[in-house]
């Protein structure tokens, strides 16, 4: 199969690495090898690769910049596919990005061709991809304000989902319950708006994140979802967690709601300081914690 598979990649003119470890696609920095990892330039060497892993039977996973993902310490058995990044497509205020395209890069060419509806996504360090799925947000913005379309991979064929055949809610879209599919590119539709505004409220909400969030460690963002009337990180400091630590992972001090990589953490480590939160959290007020990162092995 290695042989085969790497004919393959070769083929298609596809980057194809073995045992990678996946702490060097996360910012977590945590993760064992991926047996495979592959890097498509495009759409149609990504649908070529994801036919043949569906036709040779091999597991696959797709992911973006790993912002969002907890990978286990015994990595992954199968073929991990980074997406392909590509250039902006322009009609009017409409913009179409590759699923692997930085979504805080998107941001900030908008700002630059005075289109708002995208200033919320300056700070999230993801893709257009792994936005979509999460229906990623921040500071009262989300895609669902923008997203006008995305054409995805399924195993029956390659189809464009409208807006609405999202079901886009709090970090759920209907990629959410089909994990097989692989989201190639998205569609926004932008709002003419003030460069200067739209850059000052970048600025301002780059600021918050500053001062706000430990962006100096790696983690992998909220840790928990919010749960309905309540915030995570609130509960989790509310129960005296700041600071609580196993092994190299760490409730961040400066923010409960982050879980953050100190220095040398494990998986383990990182599931095991979870659960603890987690079963603290619903003892002390009755909440149950759902996780937000997505944890792959
Ligand atoms: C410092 C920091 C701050 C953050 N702040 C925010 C915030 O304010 N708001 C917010 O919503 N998130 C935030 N995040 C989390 C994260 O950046 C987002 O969830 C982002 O959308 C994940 O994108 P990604 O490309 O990194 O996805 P990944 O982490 O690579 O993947 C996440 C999930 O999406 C799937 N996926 C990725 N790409 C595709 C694709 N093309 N097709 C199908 N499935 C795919 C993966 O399989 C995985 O299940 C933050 C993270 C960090 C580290």
């Not at 692997?100 to 996504?121: I, T």
């Not at 300056?122 to 799925?133: E, F, S």
């Not at 000052?200 to 909400?205: Q, V």
Request: glycine content about 12%; charged content about 20%; proline content about 4%.
């Amino acid at each position: 199969m290695v042989q085969s598979i790497f004919d393959f990649a070769a083929g298609q003119g596809i980057l194809l690495l073995c045992d990678e470890p996946m702490s060097r696609h996360t910012t977590f920095r945590v993760g064992g090898p991926a047996r495979f990892f592959a890097m498509p330039e495009d759409a149609t060497a990504l649908c070529a690769l994801l036919d043949y892993a569906q036709r040779e039977g091999i597991r696959y996973a797709v992911i973006g910049k790993g912002s969002n993902l907890l990978v286990d310490d015994g990595g992954f058995d199968g073929l991990v596919i980074r997406t392909p990044e590509g250039e902006l497509c322009w009609e009017g205020n409409t913009v179409t990005a590759l699923s692997g395209f930085s979504l805080a890069r998107l941001s900030a060419c908008a700002a630059e061709k005075s289109l708002a509806g995208l200033s919320f996504a300056q700070g999230i360090p993801g893709t257009v991809g792994g936005a979509v799925v999460m229906n990623a947000g921040a500071y009262g913005g989300e895609i669902a304000q923008t997203l006008l379309s995305s054409t995805c991979w399924t195993p029956e064929g390659v189809r464009t989902l409208t807006a609405e055949e999202h079901r886009l809610s709090y970090r759920h879209s209907t990629y959410s319950d089909h994990p097989q599919w692989v989201v190639l590119s998205a569609a926004f539709g932008l709002q003419p708006g003030d460069r200067q505004a739209i850059e000052e409220e970048m600025a301002d909400f780059a600021a918050r994140r500053r001062d706000k969030q430990p962006l100096e460690y790696p983690s992998a963002g909220s840790t928990f979802q919010r749960p309905a009337g309540h915030f995570a990180g609130k509960l989790i400091e509310d129960a005296g967690l700041k600071g609580f630590s196993v092994g190299g992972a760490q409730v961040s001090e400066k923010h409960a709601g982050f879980v953050i990589n100190r220095g040398g953490a494990s998986c383990a480590d990182v599931l095991s300081l979870m659960e603890q939160v987690t079963r603290i959290v619903e003892d002390r007020f009755g909440v149950t914690l759902t996780p937000e990162v997505k944890y792959l092995k």
